[in-house]
């Protein structure tokens, strides 16, 4: 909430309530909708392009308090080749690094830069301590270059993880040099080199006894912001720099050699929390009073942390890897996923259950902890072991079930604690079942229109999806955004007396039944009636523009979806066509449709699969010819004539 | 991912200021902190400590079980602690929380801690030229027990040296079933004579309200304090004691608003408007006299206040106020030496046009090369632009009047309460009046936005002699005919798929209809060099520039930006196509503007749009059925909670949409079912007509659906609704094409 005054206002009412999306559509397939033309304001941007940019990296003795810096320079020459403009140069830094020097030269002459420096917010992110200082550089006229130098420090180099070699703008040409001395232990993996020539080098300087590596290219094309693609990590060439250790005179600085190191260092956090357990054991064993077997405990747990705790995510400095107290979340009833897997564990081990804290990184990351550096998670859940079996609880995702896994954690390596040791393990991955929506019907023809029952049930992420919509809707308009959703906004699918299951019940299949009247479904011209019996013709807008897409594209998460209609074919009337199937079976998807008379009635039955959410750029074009096929299936109807 | 992230941080860093790099709280942050906190522990008690009863109520009326939150109670006061003009404007509420929904809205505040209210002045929390807000909140549970917490705990989220220090507070521990109470206290200086405060209170917002309740206390020796209660709302209870003038104000049981559609709050929802101000001795112009409470006052205070900024405005003429003057005055005497026998409204036309120009279309070597639709928002101020034509105009004596217009959305003549609750045109004097306002850069006289429609005025002399009201004039309604829009479409068939639509369209849209299609799709370069020779501008500044040894490269600039905007504007054209059909074409095959609708006598955009559409032709057999309906694109809905209707109806304005669609019959095939798309529901708020005609291999289908009327009284809904649903049920229409 905003504090201004008359907060409500004007405004809202003159406007009209916008509900949110649950009223908006009727199918959860986001990445339909946003693979849609995406233009961005540099994309394709000729006008601009980067001459040289020029990067160092050295790792040089810091203070005592952060005894390794990391200095880095960066150059780069702006070039304007069709019409004067001016591009926004930004650095980010934070608690861990510090912006020393920006100057800036236009066409040659030095230009007085003044940084604006200020507090980095990310929708989603309650608080950042993330820094953002930039300004904007002019690029006089077309052919002139501009040039911006910058220092920056890294105080610590366990925060120096990556280097990206992609920029917003196209690079003709980039060099990277990191300058390693001796008594600096590190490890540098190229990662996605392959195809991006790269060429590099490595030299040693005897007169400052340090390793100097040096990378170049040419060509690069800009970066790409696009709707559900990898994460950067999958995408671009970078290089990976794990910092091990370093011999300084005060003694050998032990950083992150390998994931015991990187354990270690996690360790040392979480011992530094303070969790109280007697605080967090009164309101543990209250929530599982009514609980006799173990499952049932931390069932009510996992349920209780997802329905109580508010989701607000913190980064703040060190606080930005060290859980909150358990008893402070609990009080607050708000933390971010690693406060709220924190007090899922301390409930659970103060019921006597055998729980520990995960770290992971979601499938928005490519690394595992074979690459032991910060940036191989990115969210903490919490595990717990019972009769043998392992389970995990990620209570940020607000209505998921119990053992039912999210896309982006499914299959992903967990680092678990284990006392001073540890053990790694894979969330278990879930197939295409766990998450369903089925939709079935039993309609009959009345003059025009179609009448019947309808019954949905939803389960796993279909649940999620639907449950986190409907409990952003204010309740006094809920019915009528259900309806909206289940009709998209058509009033002729006219939908009443609709009863679901218990919305804040998500350890059962969800569940909506209604009566429906779809008027004016069918079409009476001469002895014939023609009848369509899909009304959401789900993905049918799922095609791929292979002329600007530029990434994989990965789909939300698998996903089964049914809808069988049986419709009583009436009195006096024989079917005379019925359209014909279609039967598209995908390793990584299936599309099925097909009609079928049975005795009276014509049962049809739908059923679209998504087995594997990559979507390569090589499976494009059979994506988009099997979606064709797919929208053709729409296009069909049934005949009925009399007989 | 990045380029969004530096275009969001270069945005960011143009609105905000300079702050330090370094994590630690400054000293001036630090010291302000100090005494923040002691004035928050004060402001706390203060506010905590009211006795209105309303705040003992823990009990949600079994009527609003069902409400999202309810308002149990609220309490705003606005008071000065002392006579050296400080302002206190508490506001405190106590709201249950019922759903998940409510719980998001009031799980976290921003506010801003510091904020200078002059642009003039670097941040300085607790001098004359701060405001400060202080905050707090706490938690009644279900249990009984209570958690508090206070805006001092909050994070901070941004500091602005040099206008403003945000923060962020996450309210702890609340759970639906709580209850909420939080206030929000801001103290600040009225630093002019002439400021006052300006506050509304609504009674009727989307959460009901049990108790609503407003104190207002301001010291006899140096206030005034004036209200105006609207649309059935109570007047204040008001007093003079204790040397304080006071209004108060307690109302029980406020409903939620239940209509949101189509409706116009500062003409039908109960609320008070209220000034707390500066007073002086004699009461004058824009001034009140101290120790004074004006009750409702009357409107033509308000107005003459209004006509007397009017005047100054207007008399306001220098080279500051009137740039470029020379070249106007040049282009003028050559337009009228060139056109012998010009008349007054000729010449008020270029004039305006030429003013136009010269402010919006005209670039200077020194511009920022911006040519794409992101120059279609351009506008002059409202004020300045009609002062300059009509400037102009007196000079060629041409006789012109301001009128002083009350926008349809803002409180009627006979309700205003400030003098900016006018805005203004301009008129010229005579038998066909051509109307002028200042409506961005496709503005064109001749031209009343909707806004100010049917509203009365009162005129003011555009003479620099005149200073008095010269009458009134009641500005007309526009006719739904004047705001249309004309879907002509040819529609063929793929002949290798005859479920391939192949569309033929040529749209226009004239009145309120055109300003946004001419901000989509209209492009710089052409309608620069279309304006510059309507107006006899002999040399564009491409030539000037490429004559020019300093400036010629920019001419090649300008070319390469000219060619990327329009490579680019075809996007524009794909999304209008989307929007109209709510369905992306299969491919955009050609495109063009006919008409760009830049002036009066050109009074619609016009363009033409080819394409191709799959999705409307389902097959049956070997027969194909056509959504004909759907080929309108799509229609209003009106959902079942808006269906009951007893407020009138507040429509933008009276329009008109008519499809022209010719379907061409494919050989082979017959088509049947014309017949029932044919509808007829006519009546007095709007009207639905669908015709059809069959003939040569072609069907022909006219669809016109007209809004008769901007305004209707809440006893004629049901009228309109015939029509909105017609149109909607329309959409489901479908024809079928069979094989001979």
Redesign the interface.
């Given at each position: 909430m905003l504090c201004t005054r008359n907060r409500l206002c004007i405004n809202l009412i003159l406007c009209g309530l916008s509900l949110p999306a649950l009223a908006a559509g009727g199918n959860y397939w986001p990445e339909v909708a946003e693979n849609k033309r995406v233009v961005s304001a540099f994309e394709e941007n000729k006008n601009i392009v980067i001459r040289e940019r020029k990067e160092r990296y050295e790792f040089v003795k810091g203070d005592e308090k952060n005894p390794v810096w990391v200095k880095q320079s960066f150059t780069t020459f702006y070039r304007c080749d069709e019409y004067r403009g001016s591009v926004p140069v930004v650095e980010f830094y934070d608690d861990y690094s510090r912006v020393d020097e920006v100057k800036a030269y236009v066409n040659g002459d030095r230009m007085k830069v003044k940084v604006e420096h200020d507090y980095y917010s990310v929708e989603g992110l309650f608080y950042s301590d993330a820094r953002v200082c930039g300004f904007m550089l002019p690029l006089e006229k077309k052919g002139t270059e501009s040039r911006v130098e910058m220092q920056k420090t890294v105080l610590d180099p366990r925060y120096f993880t990556s280097i990206f070699f992609q920029e917003e703008f196209f690079q003709e040409q980039k060099e990277v040099t990191l300058v390693v001395p001796r008594w600096m232990k590190i490890e540098i993996r190229e990662m996605n080199f392959a195809k991006a020539g790269v060429k590099t080098s490595k030299t040693y300087d005897e007169k400052t006894n340090a390793d100097i590596y040096t990378y170049s290219a040419k060509g690069i094309k800009a970066s790409k912001s696009e709707p559900h693609a990898p994460g950067p990590s999958y995408l671009y060439p970078h290089l990976l720099v794990m910092t091990h250790a370093a011999e300084t005179p005060s003694g050998k600085i032990t950083y992150f050699s390998n994931v015991n190191d990187l354990y270690a260092w996690y360790r040392s956090l979480v011992k530094e929390i303070g969790n109280d357990p007697a605080t967090v054991k009164a309101t543990a064993l209250n929530i599982t009073k009514d609980k006799k077997e173990d499952i049932d405990k931390i069932k009510a747990v996992y349920t209780w942390v997802q329905e109580n705790i508010r989701y607000i995510a913190f980064e703040d400095g060190i606080a930005g890897f060290r859980p909150a107290k358990a008893q402070d979340v609990l009080e607050k009833k708000y933390g971010d996923c690693k406060g709220m897997a924190n007090l899922t564990k301390e409930m659970l081990a103060a019921l006597g259950l055998d729980a520990r804290l995960c770290w992971i990184g979601t499938r928005h990351i490519a690394y595992d902890y074979s690459t032991p550096t910060l940036s191989v998670d990115n969210h903490m859940i919490c595990a717990v072991n019972l009769k043998g079996k392992q389970y995990f609880l990620d209570a940020t995702e607000t209505y998921i079930g119990f053992d039912q896994y999210a896309e982006r954690i499914q299959g992903r390596q967990v680092l678990i604690e284990n006392g001073d040791q540890f053990t790694l393990s894979k969330v278990p991955l879930r197939t295409f079942e766990q998450n369903r929506q089925v939709e079935k019907r039993t309609l009959e023809i009345d003059g025009n229109n179609l009448t019947g029952k309808v019954d949905h049930q939803y389960t796993g992420e279909c649940t999620e999806y639907i449950l986190t919509q409907a409990h952003q809707i204010k309740k006094d308009k809920l019915e009528e955004a259900l309806e909206q959703f289940l009709s998209k906004e058509n009033r002729s699918y006219a939908i009443s007396s609709v009863k679901t299951s218990d919305l804040h019940d998500w350890s059962k299949d969800m569940t909506i039944h209604y009566d429906l009247q779809h008027k004016d479904a069918v079409n009476n011209f001469g002895d014939e009636l023609y009848v369509e019996l899909d009304f959401r013709k789900e993905m049918e807008d799922a095609g791929i523009d292979t002329t600007l897409r530029e990434h994989d594209l990965w789909l939300s998460f698998k996903r089964q979806l049914v809808q069988e209609t049986a419709l009583t074919i009436p009195a006096g009337y024989k079917v005379k066509s019925l359209p014909p199937a279609v039967n598209i079976d995908q390793p990584k998807y299936a599309f099925k449709a097909a009609y079928e008379q049975q005795a009276d009635k014509i049962v049809y039955r739908k059923e679209i699969t998504i087995k594997d959410t990559h979507l390569e750029k090589k499976d494009f074009p059979t994506w988009n010819n099997d979606i064709k096929k797919l929208r053709q299936t729409y296009l069909e109807q049934i005949t009925l004539t009399k007989k | 991912?990045?380029?969004?992230?530096?275009?969001l941080?270069?945005l960011?860093?143009?609105i905000?200021?300079?702050?330090?790099?370094e994590?630690k709280m400054e000293p001036w942050d630090a010291k302000a902190e100090v005494k923040y906190k002691k004035r928050l522990a004060e402001v706390k008690e203060e506010i905590w400590g009211w006795k209105q009863a309303g705040f003992k109520n823990r009990t949600v009326p079994a009527e609003y079980a069902?409400?999202?939150?309810v308002v149990l109670a609220k309490h705003t006061e606005l008071t000065t602690p002392d006579k050296d003009r400080e302002l206190h404007?508490s506001?405190r509420a106590l709201v249950a929380i019922?759903?998940?929904?409510?719980?998001?809205?009031?799980?976290?505040?921003?506010?801003k801690q510091y904020e200078t209210l002059s642009s003039w002045y670097p941040l300085e929390p607790f001098d004359k030229m701060t405001k400060v807000?202080y905050?707090g909140a706490r938690i009644f549970k279900k249990d009984g027990g209570t958690r508090e917490i206070y805006s001092d705990e909050a994070?901070?989220?941004?500091?602005?040296r040099r206008s403003h220090k945000t923060r962020?507070l996450?309210i702890?521990?609340?759970?639906i079933g709580d209850l909420i109470e939080y206030f929000?206290r801001?103290e600040k200086f009225i630093n002019h004579n002439t400021a006052y405060t300006e506050?509304?209170?609504?009674l009727g917002?989307?959460?009901p309200v049990l108790e609503y309740s407003v104190h207002v206390s301001a010291w006899e020796e140096v206030f005034a304090l004036e209200y105006r209660s609207m649309n059935g709302a109570p007047n204040f209870k008001q007093k003079i004691a204790d040397h304080m003038l006071q209004l108060d104000m307690l109302v029980k049981n406020v409903p939620?608003?239940p209509v949101?559609?189509w409706?116009n709050?500062?003409r039908q929802?109960p609320m008070l408007r209220v000034h707390l101000r500066v007073g002086v001795r004699r009461e004058k112009l824009g001034r009140r006299k101290e120790g004074t409470i004006y009750s409702n006052p009357n409107a033509l205070k308000t107005r003459d206040e209004a006509v007397a900024g009017i005047v100054g405005m207007r008399n306001a003429t220098s080279s500051s106020t009137l740039p470029f003057l020379g070249e106007v005055w040049d282009n003028v005497k050559r337009f009228k030496k060139e056109n012998k026998n010009v008349t007054d409204e000729e010449l008020t036309h270029y004039i305006y046009y030429l003013i136009r120009y010269m402010g919006l279309y005209r670039v200077n070597p020194q511009d920022?090369?911006v040519v794409d639709q992101r120059r279609n928002w351009a506008g002059l101020s409202e004020i300045n632009f009609l002062r300059y034509v009509n400037y102009m105009l007196v000079k060629n004596d041409i006789d012109a009047d301001f009128v002083l217009a009350t926008p349809r959305?803002g409180p009627a003549q006979n309700e205003v309460f400030e003098a900016d609750d006018f805005r203004v045109m301009l008129k010229t004097v005579g038998k066909k009046p051509v109307y002028m306002s200042a409506e961005g850069i496709f503005s064109n006289t001749d031209y009343i936005p909707a806004e100010f429609e049917g509203q009365k005025a009162p005129l003011v002399n555009g003479g620099p002699k005149e200073d008095g009201i010269k009458g009134n004039v009641e500005i007309p309604y526009s006719d739904a005919s004047k705001n249309r829009q004309v879907e002509n479409m040819k529609i063929s068939f793929a002949k290798d798929d005859l479920?391939q639509l192949k569309i033929d369209r040529t749209s226009s849209a004239s009145g309120h209809f055109k300003r946004p299609l001419q901000q989509k799709l209209l492009l710089y370069e052409d309608y620069y060099d279309a304006e510059r020779q309507a107006l006899g501008i002999k040399q564009s500044f491409m030539e000037e520039f490429a004559d020019s040894k300093r400036n010629r490269?920019?001419a090649?600039?300008?070319r390469?930006?000219f060619d990327?905007a329009r490579k680019?504007v075809k996007?524009s054209f794909?999304d209008e196509v989307k929007e109209q059909f709510d369905?992306?074409p299969e491919s955009l095959d050609g495109y063009k503007v006919l008409k760009m609708g830049l002036r009066h006598n050109v009074p619609e955009i016009a363009y033409n749009t080819n394409f191709t559409m799959?999705?409307y032709?389902?097959?049956?057999?070997s027969?194909y059925?056509i959504d004909a309906g759907r080929l309108i694109g799509p229609q209003m809905?009106i959902?079942?909670?808006q269906r009951e209707r007893k407020a009138d109806i507040y429509m933008s304005f009276a329009r008109s949409f008519e499809y022209n669609i010719e379907f061409q019959i494919p050989e082979g095939y017959t088509l049947?079912?014309a017949d029932k798309l044919a509808r007829n529901v006519d009546n007095e708020c709007g009207s639905f007509v669908v015709t059809t005609k069959q003939a040569e291999g072609k069907l022909t289908v006219n669809v016109k659906k007209i809004y008769k009327n901007s305004f209707a009284p809440a006893a004629k809904w049901p009228q309109l609704l015939e029509m909105v649903d017609a149109a909607?049920?329309f959409?489901?229409?479908?024809i079928?094409l069979?094989k001979a």
């Amino acid at each position: 909430m905003l504090c201004t005054r008359n907060r409500l206002c004007i405004n809202l009412i003159l406007c009209g309530l916008s509900l949110p999306a649950l009223a908006a559509g009727g199918n959860y397939w986001p990445e339909v909708a946003e693979n849609k033309r995406v233009v961005s304001a540099f994309e394709e941007n000729k006008n601009i392009v980067i001459r040289e940019r020029k990067e160092r990296y050295e790792f040089v003795k810091g203070d005592e308090k952060n005894p390794v810096w990391v200095k880095q320079s960066f150059t780069t020459f702006y070039r304007c080749d069709e019409y004067r403009g001016s591009v926004p140069v930004v650095e980010f830094y934070d608690d861990y690094s510090r912006v020393d020097e920006v100057k800036a030269y236009v066409n040659g002459d030095r230009m007085k830069v003044k940084v604006e420096h200020d507090y980095y917010s990310v929708e989603g992110l309650f608080y950042s301590d993330a820094r953002v200082c930039g300004f904007m550089l002019p690029l006089e006229k077309k052919g002139t270059e501009s040039r911006v130098e910058m220092q920056k420090t890294v105080l610590d180099p366990r925060y120096f993880t990556s280097i990206f070699f992609q920029e917003e703008f196209f690079q003709e040409q980039k060099e990277v040099t990191l300058v390693v001395p001796r008594w600096m232990k590190i490890e540098i993996r190229e990662m996605n080199f392959a195809k991006a020539g790269v060429k590099t080098s490595k030299t040693y300087d005897e007169k400052t006894n340090a390793d100097i590596y040096t990378y170049s290219a040419k060509g690069i094309k800009a970066s790409k912001s696009e709707p559900h693609a990898p994460g950067p990590s999958y995408l671009y060439p970078h290089l990976l720099v794990m910092t091990h250790a370093a011999e300084t005179p005060s003694g050998k600085i032990t950083y992150f050699s390998n994931v015991n190191d990187l354990y270690a260092w996690y360790r040392s956090l979480v011992k530094e929390i303070g969790n109280d357990p007697a605080t967090v054991k009164a309101t543990a064993l209250n929530i599982t009073k009514d609980k006799k077997e173990d499952i049932d405990k931390i069932k009510a747990v996992y349920t209780w942390v997802q329905e109580n705790i508010r989701y607000i995510a913190f980064e703040d400095g060190i606080a930005g890897f060290r859980p909150a107290k358990a008893q402070d979340v609990l009080e607050k009833k708000y933390g971010d996923c690693k406060g709220m897997a924190n007090l899922t564990k301390e409930m659970l081990a103060a019921l006597g259950l055998d729980a520990r804290l995960c770290w992971i990184g979601t499938r928005h990351i490519a690394y595992d902890y074979s690459t032991p550096t910060l940036s191989v998670d990115n969210h903490m859940i919490c595990a717990v072991n019972l009769k043998g079996k392992q389970y995990f609880l990620d209570a940020t995702e607000t209505y998921i079930g119990f053992d039912q896994y999210a896309e982006r954690i499914q299959g992903r390596q967990v680092l678990i604690e284990n006392g001073d040791q540890f053990t790694l393990s894979k969330v278990p991955l879930r197939t295409f079942e766990q998450n369903r929506q089925v939709e079935k019907r039993t309609l009959e023809i009345d003059g025009n229109n179609l009448t019947g029952k309808v019954d949905h049930q939803y389960t796993g992420e279909c649940t999620e999806y639907i449950l986190t919509q409907a409990h952003q809707i204010k309740k006094d308009k809920l019915e009528e955004a259900l309806e909206q959703f289940l009709s998209k906004e058509n009033r002729s699918y006219a939908i009443s007396s609709v009863k679901t299951s218990d919305l804040h019940d998500w350890s059962k299949d969800m569940t909506i039944h209604y009566d429906l009247q779809h008027k004016d479904a069918v079409n009476n011209f001469g002895d014939e009636l023609y009848v369509e019996l899909d009304f959401r013709k789900e993905m049918e807008d799922a095609g791929i523009d292979t002329t600007l897409r530029e990434h994989d594209l990965w789909l939300s998460f698998k996903r089964q979806l049914v809808q069988e209609t049986a419709l009583t074919i009436p009195a006096g009337y024989k079917v005379k066509s019925l359209p014909p199937a279609v039967n598209i079976d995908q390793p990584k998807y299936a599309f099925k449709a097909a009609y079928e008379q049975q005795a009276d009635k014509i049962v049809y039955r739908k059923e679209i699969t998504i087995k594997d959410t990559h979507l390569e750029k090589k499976d494009f074009p059979t994506w988009n010819n099997d979606i064709k096929k797919l929208r053709q299936t729409y296009l069909e109807q049934i005949t009925l004539t009399k007989k | 991912m990045k380029t969004y992230i530096a275009i969001l941080i270069c945005l960011l860093l143009l609105i905000t200021g300079m702050m330090a790099q370094e994590r630690k709280m400054e000293p001036w942050d630090a010291k302000a902190e100090v005494k923040y906190k002691k004035r928050l522990a004060e402001v706390k008690e203060e506010i905590w400590g009211w006795k209105q009863a309303g705040f003992k109520n823990r009990t949600v009326p079994a009527e609003y079980a069902k409400e999202s939150a309810v308002v149990l109670a609220k309490h705003t006061e606005l008071t000065t602690p002392d006579k050296d003009r400080e302002l206190h404007r508490s506001f405190r509420a106590l709201v249950a929380i019922n759903d998940k929904a409510a719980l998001e809205e009031y799980s976290e505040f921003t506010f801003k801690q510091y904020e200078t209210l002059s642009s003039w002045y670097p941040l300085e929390p607790f001098d004359k030229m701060t405001k400060v807000i202080y905050m707090g909140a706490r938690i009644f549970k279900k249990d009984g027990g209570t958690r508090e917490i206070y805006s001092d705990e909050a994070v901070v989220t941004e500091v602005n040296r040099r206008s403003h220090k945000t923060r962020k507070l996450a309210i702890p521990d609340l759970q639906i079933g709580d209850l909420i109470e939080y206030f929000v206290r801001e103290e600040k200086f009225i630093n002019h004579n002439t400021a006052y405060t300006e506050e509304i209170f609504v009674l009727g917002e989307e959460e009901p309200v049990l108790e609503y309740s407003v104190h207002v206390s301001a010291w006899e020796e140096v206030f005034a304090l004036e209200y105006r209660s609207m649309n059935g709302a109570p007047n204040f209870k008001q007093k003079i004691a204790d040397h304080m003038l006071q209004l108060d104000m307690l109302v029980k049981n406020v409903p939620p608003q239940p209509v949101s559609l189509w409706m116009n709050p500062f003409r039908q929802i109960p609320m008070l408007r209220v000034h707390l101000r500066v007073g002086v001795r004699r009461e004058k112009l824009g001034r009140r006299k101290e120790g004074t409470i004006y009750s409702n006052p009357n409107a033509l205070k308000t107005r003459d206040e209004a006509v007397a900024g009017i005047v100054g405005m207007r008399n306001a003429t220098s080279s500051s106020t009137l740039p470029f003057l020379g070249e106007v005055w040049d282009n003028v005497k050559r337009f009228k030496k060139e056109n012998k026998n010009v008349t007054d409204e000729e010449l008020t036309h270029y004039i305006y046009y030429l003013i136009r120009y010269m402010g919006l279309y005209r670039v200077n070597p020194q511009d920022a090369i911006v040519v794409d639709q992101r120059r279609n928002w351009a506008g002059l101020s409202e004020i300045n632009f009609l002062r300059y034509v009509n400037y102009m105009l007196v000079k060629n004596d041409i006789d012109a009047d301001f009128v002083l217009a009350t926008p349809r959305y803002g409180p009627a003549q006979n309700e205003v309460f400030e003098a900016d609750d006018f805005r203004v045109m301009l008129k010229t004097v005579g038998k066909k009046p051509v109307y002028m306002s200042a409506e961005g850069i496709f503005s064109n006289t001749d031209y009343i936005p909707a806004e100010f429609e049917g509203q009365k005025a009162p005129l003011v002399n555009g003479g620099p002699k005149e200073d008095g009201i010269k009458g009134n004039v009641e500005i007309p309604y526009s006719d739904a005919s004047k705001n249309r829009q004309v879907e002509n479409m040819k529609i063929s068939f793929a002949k290798d798929d005859l479920q391939q639509l192949k569309i033929d369209r040529t749209s226009s849209a004239s009145g309120h209809f055109k300003r946004p299609l001419q901000q989509k799709l209209l492009l710089y370069e052409d309608y620069y060099d279309a304006e510059r020779q309507a107006l006899g501008i002999k040399q564009s500044f491409m030539e000037e520039f490429a004559d020019s040894k300093r400036n010629r490269s920019l001419a090649d600039e300008y070319r390469n930006a000219f060619d990327k905007a329009r490579k680019d504007v075809k996007e524009s054209f794909l999304d209008e196509v989307k929007e109209q059909f709510d369905i992306s074409p299969e491919s955009l095959d050609g495109y063009k503007v006919l008409k760009m609708g830049l002036r009066h006598n050109v009074p619609e955009i016009a363009y033409n749009t080819n394409f191709t559409m799959n999705g409307y032709i389902k097959k049956a057999g070997s027969n194909y059925i056509i959504d004909a309906g759907r080929l309108i694109g799509p229609q209003m809905s009106i959902k079942p909670s808006q269906r009951e209707r007893k407020a009138d109806i507040y429509m933008s304005f009276a329009r008109s949409f008519e499809y022209n669609i010719e379907f061409q019959i494919p050989e082979g095939y017959t088509l049947e079912g014309a017949d029932k798309l044919a509808r007829n529901v006519d009546n007095e708020c709007g009207s639905f007509v669908v015709t059809t005609k069959q003939a040569e291999g072609k069907l022909t289908v006219n669809v016109k659906k007209i809004y008769k009327n901007s305004f209707a009284p809440a006893a004629k809904w049901p009228q309109l609704l015939e029509m909105v649903d017609a149109a909607e049920a329309f959409q489901q229409q479908k024809i079928l094409l069979k094989k001979a």
